[in-house]
């Protein structure tokens, strides 16, 4: 195996005298998908956080940091006031590089839209240009918490497929926390199925199949099956 991209022990993550975190164990290869799966409230959210380096009050070690990372959330949290090509090249001060920010439009199926003001997109659109926005700064590994909660089944599936062609174009791992067990085994190389405050890693499912995949497949349907029951074990279910 190469070397990861990203090595962390979380021994122990507390918030106050509630312990939220003990004995994660999370590693990334370069250009691995990884989904996180468990309860609301068992700390996905403040991993992600470890992950990106903006909490570092915890216990444990960081082996191999992840390096330059960008974050996408359920919501896209543009700024209205800004063009969608502003939006996506907001993160340098005042000049951007056009160029990139253009092919990015192209690759997430905005064009034409890049003088566009947020209020004039849907949904998805703005969830697309919240995805460039993270592309924008070529990071290693992008973060995504809940991306596709807030848009309809079939757009969601669109953006999985968009999320999937992006990460092999440009060669970037993915580590995404989702509720949703079928876009978790559909997007992912390993699923991690996490347990209810203090949360470890219950289970670990490798989904062993070449992309593109077929929804359809045979293995999802078997490996799903799997993860229900260990939710349901761990009573997140
Ligand atoms: N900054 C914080 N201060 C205090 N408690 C927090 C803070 N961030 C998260 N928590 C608590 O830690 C737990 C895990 O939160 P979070 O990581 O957001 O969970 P998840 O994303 O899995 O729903 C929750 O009980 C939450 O209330
Ligand atoms: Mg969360």
New binding site residues.
């Given amino acids: 195996m190469s070397e990861p991209l990203l090595d962390i022990r979380v021994e122990r993550k507390s ?2 005298a ?1 312990t ?1 975190l003990t004995h994660v164990h999370l590693a990334l290869q370069p250009r691995e998908a990884v989904s996180l799966l ?10 992600l ?1 470890i992950v990106a380096g903006l909490e570092n009050d915890y216990q444990g070690e960081l082996l191999q940091g992840a390096g330059e990372v960008a974050f996408v959330f359920q919501e896209p949290r543009l700024m209205p006031w800004l063009t969608v090509e502003q939006n996506i090249g907001f993160s340098d001060d005042g000049g951007y590089d056009r160029a990139w920010v253009a092919q990015l439009i192209d690759e997430v199926g905005l064009s034409g839209f890049g003088q566009a003001l947020p209020k004039a997109l849907s949904g998805g659109m703005a969830q697309r240009v919240a995805i460039a926005r993270g592309l924008y700064s070529r990071p290693q590994v992008l973060l995504l ?1 809940e991306p596709f909660s807030a848009v309809d089944a079939f757009t969601r599936m669109k953006l999985q497929d968009l999320l999937l062609q992006l990460a092999e174009h440009h060669g970037i791992a993915l580590l995404l ?1 989702t509720h949703d067990v079928d876009e978790a085994l559909y997007l992912s190389d390993r699923v991690l199925v996490m347990d209810n ?1 203090p949360s470890s890693i219950r289970q670990e499912l490798a989904v062993g199949l070449a992309h593109p995949r077929d929804r359809r497949d045979p293995l999802l349907a078997r490996l799903k099956a799997l993860a229900l029951t260990e939710l349901q074990r761990a009573h997140v279910i």
């Fill in positions: 918030f106050g509630t939220v468990g309860p609301s409230g068992c700390g996905k959210s403040t991993l956080r918490d926390v405050r």
